[in-house]
């Protein structure tokens, strides 16, 4: 399988300032045909995670041009240009180049 | 709007089998490919199986010997069985849909609706 592994597992966020979360597979999450199998979802407080990120740096539909995606390779990251307070939760990285899918541990994001 | 709700049993013996089934609406059960996703309390998620109404499955190799999914295209459905349960397999159930995206002529398959989730507890 593999693994995800996640950094910050938890990070503190001032309204208005940007956060990075990083992500991390063991292995290249590059698909034959040149994308990159990454999501991103975001579960917040009492909630069902919800899907931001697709193919590494594709945003799902509605969700705010504040969040970015990049990365290549095994490496990725989620950018939010401007915490907003509803930016809380817990963030999960998923591979999906190969099966089984697998998550990352979460990095929990919460407001100063 | 498409929307998803697990149901079944809060409470399992161990040892005995979990059934959870998940209802569509706003969406055909043929559109998609459907999956389960489970998250121990208070801890991270991990991806159970998939599955399409063609009868084309994918299971999580730590689950398969014990998990069998299926869908009821009658009643736009998708359920779980995972048998010989123990109490490491409390968690909410979720069950997602895979959305079709279509990329540089590239496809991929994110999860883009979750039900709810229904928490099961393994418990004598």
């Known amino acids: 399988d593999i693994v995800m592994t996640q950094s910050p597992l938890s990070l503190a966020v001032t309204p208005g300032e940007p956060a990075s979360i990083s992500c991390r597979s063991s292995?290249?999450?590059?698909?034959?045909?040149?994308?990159?199998?990454l999501e991103w979802y975001l579960q917040k407080p009492g909630q069902s995670p919800q899907l931001l990120i697709y193919l590494g740096s594709n945003r799902a539909s509605g969700v705010p041009d504040r969040f970015s995606g990049s990365g290549s390779g095994t490496d990725f990251t989620l950018k939010i240009s401007n915490v907003e307070a509803e930016d809380v939760g817990i963030y999960y990285c998923l591979q999906d180049v190969q099966s089984p899918r697998t998550f990352g541990p979460g990095t929990k994001v919460d407001i100063k | 709007q498409v929307q998803l709700q697990e149901s079944g049993p809060g409470l399992v013996k161990p040892s005995e089998t979990l059934s959870l089934t998940c209802t569509v609406s706003g969406d055909s059960i043929t559109s998609s490919f459907w999956s389960w996703i489970r998250q121990p309390p208070g801890k991270g998620l991990e991806w159970i199986a998939y599955?399409?109404?063609?009868?084309?499955?994918n299971y999580n190799p730590s689950l398969k010997s014990r998990v069998s999914i299926s869908v009821d295209t009658a009643n736009n459905q998708l359920s779980l069985k995972l048998n010989s349960v123990t109490a490491a397999d409390t968690a909410v159930y979720y069950c997602?849909?895979?959305?079709?995206?279509?990329?540089?002529?590239?496809?991929?398959?994110?999860?883009?609706?979750w039900g709810q989730g229904t928490l099961v507890t393994v418990s004598s």
């Open positions: 599955i399409h109404y063609s009868g084309s499955t």
């Open positions: 292995q290249s999450l590059r698909h034959r045909n040149g994308y990159y199998y």
């Open positions: 997602a849909r895979h959305g079709s995206v279509v990329l540089g002529g590239v496809n991929a398959y994110p999860l883009d609706y």
